[in-house]
Structures are given as structure tokens and as C-alpha cells.
């Protein structure tokens, strides 16, 4: 398999990409800025905005999914919404080259309707809504068109990321189960490479945690 990362150069992605290489997969890393090959025989890098559109396209051409590790920053201070408009280009590229299974990652702020009334699934929203209005509008938008795509899509939602090696106790609820809050990156990008090699979870949003 042939994987086209965005984010590739975040914690989430840094751990997706040594965990995808040492399986044996090839990467085409997206990146606003040159990064370290950990090997350039199986990766190859695209530099570029958010809104370059074709250097997303070339990105994603001759791959076999795309993940995208692209979030909204907390101190949100950058105009309009590059993430919502990153994800546009993603999903057009990908229907542009018949690029059908999409991995991309949000809080349980973005509902989904297979939700069970929760903690994790209700007070996510009421505090990102009060205290980060501007990421919040943001991520909200991009699970509405990631789940308007009519791509084999998958939402891995999450609320409180950590550094730390991945633990493989990594528990999928949505509202229905308790689950721990705090999840390690390590284990999120586990999560995704698992979800693109054995997928349970296509045009769902699990939300996994501890």
C-alpha cells in the first residue's frame, strides 16, 4: 500500500510515519516545510500550502489512501479556515483520482449519529463552543464535508492527546462505554495505520481513548 500523509511533520504524523515504514508501506509525505526522510527509498516528500491544489493532487496521485493528521490550532490566530479548505482540496484530488479511503482525525465535538448521550460525547462540544469558538467552527466543518465526501471516509475522534510510547490499550467508545480521555499520539497514529490495513470503521467515528 501506498499512503499520502498530511501533517506528516506533527506528533501525530511523525509517529504514523515511523510506525507505516516499519511495516513495509511507501509514504508521500505533505508538508509546509522540508522534514527529515527516516528513509528515502519508501518515502517521498510535497511541499506545499494548504491551498495548493495541485501539489495536493501530485500528493496523492498513484496512492492507495490518504490520512490526514490536520487539526486546527488552539491559539487559533491565522485568518479564514486553512484546515476546512485543506480538507476541500484533499477530498477533490481524491475523486479527481478515483482516491477513495480517507483517514482524518477530530475531538467528539463533531457528532456523529450513532452517539449515546455521554460526558465524552456532549461536554466536548459545550466547552470547545465557550472557550475555542474559532477551532471549534473549523473542525466542525471539516467532519461536515469529510462526511458529505462519498469517500470510504473515517473520523478518529479523540480529546486529550499526550506524549508517551504507544501502550496498545487503546479502548473505542461512542458514548456507550467509559474510556479513559487521555490517549497517547503514539497510539492515535497506531489507531490509523490499523484502521487502513484491517478497517472496522468506514463512514464512522470512533472515539478512542485510555
Known amino acids: 500500500m501506498k499512503i499520502a500523509v498530511f501533517g506528516a ?7 504514523f510515519i515511523k510506525s507505516a515504514l516499519k511495516e513495509g508501506y511507501d509514504l508521500h509525505l505533505y508538508s509546509r516545510k522540508k522534514i527529515d526522510l527516516a528513509d528515502s527509498t519508501k518515502t517521498k516528500l510535497f511541499i506545499g500550502e494548504l491551498s495548493d491544489f495541485e501539489t495536493i493532487r501530485e500528493a496523492i496521485k498513484d496512492t492507495d489512501a490518504v490520512v490526514s ?3 486546527p490550532a488552539l491559539k487559533y490566530s491565522y485568518p479564514g479556515m486553512p484546515i476546512t479548505n485543506g480538507h476541500e482540496n484533499i477530498i477533490r484530488a481524491m475523486k479527481e483520482l478515483n482516491v477513495s479511503r480517507f483517514i482524518t482525525i477530530a475531538t467528539p465535538a463533531v457528532k456523529f449519529e450513532k452517539d449515546k448521550s455521554s460526558i465524552i460525547t456532549i461536554m466536548p462540544k459545550i466547552m470547545a463552543r465557550l472557550f475555542m469558538p474559532k477551532p ?5 466543518a471539516v467532519g461536515k464535508l469529510t462526511k458529505s465526501s462519498r469517500l470510504d471516509w473515517t473520523i478518529i475522534r479523540f480529546l486529550a492527546p499526550v506524549d508517551g510510547e504507544p501502550t496498545g490499550n487503546v479502548k473505542v ?4 462505554k467509559k ?3 487521555k490517549i497517547t499520539r503514539a497510539d492515535i497514529a497506531g489507531f490509523a495505520l490499523k484502521e487502513l490495513t484491517h478497517p472496522e ?5 470512533p472515539i478512542i481513548g485510555s
Not at 9 to 15: M, P, Q, R, S, V
Request: hydrophobic share 40%; net charge neutral; proline share 0%.
Open 69 to 71: 493528521f490536520l487539526g
Open 173 to 176: 467508545s461512542f458514548g456507550d
Open 9 to 15: 511533520n506533527g506528533a501525530i504524523g511523525t509517529h
Open 179 to 181: 474510556i479513559g480521555f
Open 136 to 140: 471549534y467552527k473549523e473542525i466542525v
Open 201 to 205: 470503521y468506514i463512514r464512522s467515528m
